[in-house]
């Protein structure tokens, strides 16, 4: 840890009854046993719950389908890492040596943790309404500029938006098999993206619609593994 | 629907204030665009939180993968919806003509959904406190039967024994390559389950490791589909 947790506390608007519980949401495993990641189960369904109410109350007309997308749009890895590094939450971390020489405090998946351990800690300190609160102030830019256009982007669009935005390759799509009579074919499709290894494979009546299946169990994928 | 609402809304223990709410939860999407869908998204935040915060509780000393299994082992179509089933949900479901003559109410997906629904429809109707004890009582069983013993086994383990439970064939792994030199081979293993169509590949140092790691996936698919 480069400054005292007390300032980062202040910059993000906190102030904890159990300092030692803010300590623990920005320590990473590679410093110590008693490290973030409990915390960071905890905050992560927090977020998940705060983000769903936020939505179904923002977009009162928007299917469930659509819910969903704003939500994986909002909460990833990478949109967590961002909001981490505008509160400059890396210079307070502890991290093992190791990560410290690789620069683990620059890492995506480090600081997207930390935020939400964060969000763990506080709601182990304060409560659910409290805690609410800050992710919703903590969210407000975004949640603002949601807008209907974003809504409508199918799978594919979506996926290769974001690896745009993180400067990477296109997904590449693979058509597997197509089996069936003419009238019921069943089409199988590859999807792979330079940023994970794991292939994603999707199914439908169609080339595309099996295209649109392996792009969103890739999202999916993406979304679980916060990337 | 065959029965009232209001006689499940007792045997649920539960009242609302806006009984409209109820009956949405129990709304299938074939039977009215009025329907449980985002009801069932809300409420599915809602109870990834509850459970991870009883979790979090209930096992003070239990790492961040153990959580994540229990929840996943307590949370998942198959428990929703034999929940659904111990207090006759089904009987009391607006299904379409489609989903009445086919058995919908006796589908896992659609009893799960309705369950999952009605936790958001009372959130909205009571708020997060109400509907977290009501949460807490509805799993208070499955919570009280939790062991350390379920904590710890390996994903290969929790697959097998989930397609066990549902009277399927075992799954499957096949060696997909092998690459590398001697002392730094790594493996590739294909999962297949006769529950979906999708396959996981998995990676890892050795052909066991890979088996794993592609057990695990599954059970996040699986988990990410509710089934």
Not at 85 to 113: C, N, T
Not at 126 to 155: M, R, T, Y
Not at 193 to 202: M, V
Request: hydrophobic content about 40%; aromatic content about 6%; charged content about 25%.
């Amino acid at each position: 840890m480069i400054k005292k947790p007390n300032e980062l506390c202040q910059k993000l608007g906190l102030s904890f009854n159990d300092p030692k519980l803010f300590i623990m949401a920005l320590t990473h495993r590679s410093a110590s046993s008693n490290n973030n990641e409990r915390l960071e189960f905890l905050g992560d369904s927090i977020l998940g719950f705060v983000v769903a109410q936020k939505l179904y109350e923002l977009f009162p007309e928007a299917p469930e389908g659509v819910l969903s997308r704003l939500r994986a749009s909002l909460v990833n890895q990478h949109s967590l890492a961002e909001l981490a590094r505008k509160h400059q939450v890396g210079d307070y971390l502890l991290l093992g040596s190791g990560e410290l020489k690789s620069g683990g405090f620059r890492r995506d998946s480090i600081l997207s943790d930390a935020v939400e351990a964060i969000m763990g800690a506080l709601f182990k300190d304060q409560g659910i309404v409290v805690c609410q609160q800050w992710i919703e102030q903590l969210f407000a830019e975004q949640l603002a500029s949601l807008s209907l256009e974003n809504w409508q982007k199918d799978p594919k669009t979506q996926l290769q938006e974001l690896m745009q935005s993180k400067k990477l390759s296109l997904p590449d799509y693979t058509l597997i098999t197509m089996s069936g009579l003419a009238h019921e074919q069943m089409f199988k499709v590859k999807c792979t993206i330079s940023l994970i290894k794991d292939e994603c494979i999707g199914t439908g009546i169609s080339r595309k619609r099996a295209e649109q299946s392996a792009a969103e169990l890739m999202l999916e994928l993406l979304n679980k593994e916060n990337k």
